[in-house]
């Protein structure tokens, strides 16, 4: 498959690698391709700058969001919340019928540590990229975890825990079901249309608390019936 994987950041490098070495053909969107390759220098968790990253990795192109969607059957939003209105935005002429896996979080800083949901309630982010993109096919999913066990759910529990699918189009939820499966997941609950992504994206603040107590961002829910 044909997948543009939007954002530079730790989501994204590593949904990025992931799916290319599952074999798909990749390439990662961002607003300023030379900038961001331009980033070598490790940041604060020391991860490595985009630029290097890439140099590491030159079977996955980069380019700027529109080309990177121009061609992609399935886009991935791995920007963060408050960028992911905009990206789409710089893509939304390539976005007709593709499908949108957003795997962001609404994230709001403004105050300090922990953050607040810049919308929840009786709205999500998913709804609004929704809104806003209507001739795109958003699907809410992978928000409840870190990068890692997106990419590799096997690193805990073996595996053995849940994820979840927010949508309006079931037959894009069926192909980021299989998408999910490919990555490893094997517990994947269809929870409806897109107003569910409310529900996942309100797990967010426990998720933080729960990462300090526990000491690592490295667990994700399961649901046992």
């Not at 900038?35 to 140099?55: I, K, N, V, Y």
């Not at 009786?122 to 992978?142: F, I």
């Not at 928000?143 to 825990?161: E, I």
């Not at 037959?171 to 992504?197: N, P, S």
């Amino acid at each position: 498959m044909r997948i543009a994987v939007f954002g530079t950041g730790m989501v994204g490098q590593t949904l990025a690698a992931r799916l290319a070495e599952l074999g798909h053909e990749v390439t990662v969107g961002t607003r300023d391709p030379a900038s961001s390759l331009a980033r070598t220098e490790p940041d604060q968790r020391g991860m490595p700058g985009f630029g290097a990253w890439a140099q590491a990795h030159p079977d996955i192109g980069v380019a700027a969001y529109g080309e990177a969607a121009r061609d992609a059957e399935l886009v991935v939003n791995a920007t963060s919340g408050e960028g992911a209105l905009e990206a789409l935005e710089e893509a939304v002429a390539d976005l007709d019928g593709t499908v949108v896996l957003d795997v962001s979080n609404p994230l709001e800083f403004s105050g300090g540590f922990p953050p607040l949901l810049s919308v929840c309630n009786d709205d999500s982010l998913g709804e609004e990229l929704q809104r806003a993109y209507p001739q795109a096919r958003v699907v809410k999913s992978l928000n409840t975890m870190n990068a890692s066990v997106m990419a590799d759910p096997t690193s805990v529990g073996g595996g053995d825990h849940s994820a979840f699918l927010s949508g309006d189009d079931a037959e894009a939820k069926e192909i980021v079901r299989e998408l999910l499966t490919q990555l490893g997941h094997r517990d994947v609950i269809d929870l409806g249309d897109i107003t569910t992504a409310r529900g996942v994206e309100m797990w967010l603040p426990l998720w933080v608390r729960l990462a300090g107590t526990l000491g690592t961002a490295s667990f994700q829910l399961k649901i046992v019936r």
